[in-house]
């Protein structure tokens, strides 16, 4: 009778261990997020597979794009390089983008693509290509290279590229990194207190921040100038929030439409469309990828502890054509953290596994 008893025991310990292992290797973090909260505006998320919707929730939110608006100067990259306005093979000196750039506020994007660059033996003379300027931006997410090109492509050129491409929601976007320095100068110019600085930025509408950023931006052209001005940059997270609130917006809807394009590769001129494919499918640089992948590509989108944005095209090697598009606002940094870590692998299981589509589909539906 013991012995019976003990192996009853023994067997409801084997049953417990596998349920709860089988919880564990069901459970996806950026699944859950999505369940829990998909009555919340701040969540936006499509995933579109051969020309169907399959899920939809708020597509039409207008939310803060964080680095994925840069796929927007991409674009802008590509035409006139199509159209020979510029020349990808430009060297461009490093010193340049320095101008734009500001330590330790980019996650260490910039460093890193520095890095990338030397590894290669892509630098040359202490110069680049502006097509690897351009990489640079996507692959890598460096701000500085985003608004270097802002400023070579030309903003109202990209701002009517955005509205040539008919998408619902999109706002014109203006440059990133001076966005940063808009509390400094305020705090400066009217000599506040940082409570005051933050009031006053506070109450600004978002067409007076982009115009401040707009003007640092200027300035930040000439940096000699830019140093005398000595304006100081304000990293408390209170005035970052502020930032990221004001950053160009754009809904999920706007960059399905957009990936969409990229992944059937029949909307842009194919002069445009071969650039495109250069610079923004970095992912198909991996071998790995290359055995179950025709193409792919993917921007995402983490400026600030408070925003995660991710767009990813695929075509597979049976023929299937995956949009994804996710933006979250209004994080914690438990939830910014947890999402970080693991929504490149939640994208790969939608383009990889059935089942996980069938449950993503039952359950966010």
Known sequence: MKLIK?????LLIIFIFFIVHKQKENYDPVMEYLK??????????????????????????????????????????????????????????????????????????????????KEKNLIQNNQVTLEQVAKGMLQFSSNANADYLIDKLGLENINQTIKNLQLPHHQEIYPLVSGLYVAGNLKKEENLTEDETFKKLKAMSQQEFSRESIKIHQWMKNPTEFKQRNIPY????????????????????????????????????????????????????NPTNKEWLIHAGQKGGSTTAFLLTNSIHAKDKDGNMTEIVFMFNNLTETEYMNLSEHYNEFQLKILKDQKFRDRLIKDLN
């Not at 003990?6 to 023994?10: A, D, M, S």
């Not at 597509?59 to 990259?77: N, T």
């Not at 399905?256 to 992912?283: A, T």
Request: net charge negative; with cysteine; hydrophobic share 40%.
């Open 36 to 117: 829990t909260h998909k009555t919340d505006k701040n969540v936006s998320f499509i995933l579109q597979r051969n020309g169907k919707n399959l899920v939809n929730i708020h597509c039409d939110e207008v939310i803060p794009l964080a680095s994925m608006m840069k796929l927007m100067i991409a674009v802008e990259f590509a035409k006139q390089s199509a159209e020979g306005t510029i020349k990808a093979d430009q060297q461009i000196p490093l010193s340049d983008l320095e101008a734009y750039y500001v330590k330790d506020t980019d996650g260490s994007a910039h460093p890193d693509w520095i890095h990338y660059l």
């Open 234 to 285: 304000l990293d408390d997270m209170k005035f970052q929030r502020i930032w990221s609130d004001n950053l160009p917006a754009a809904s999920a809807k706007d960059y399905l439409l957009l990936i969409e394009r990229l992944n059937r590769k029949d909307y842009f001129p194919p002069n445009m469309q071969k650039e495109l494919d250069k610079i923004v499918e970095s992912l198909m640089e």
């Open 6 to 10: 003990r192996l009853g025991i023994i």
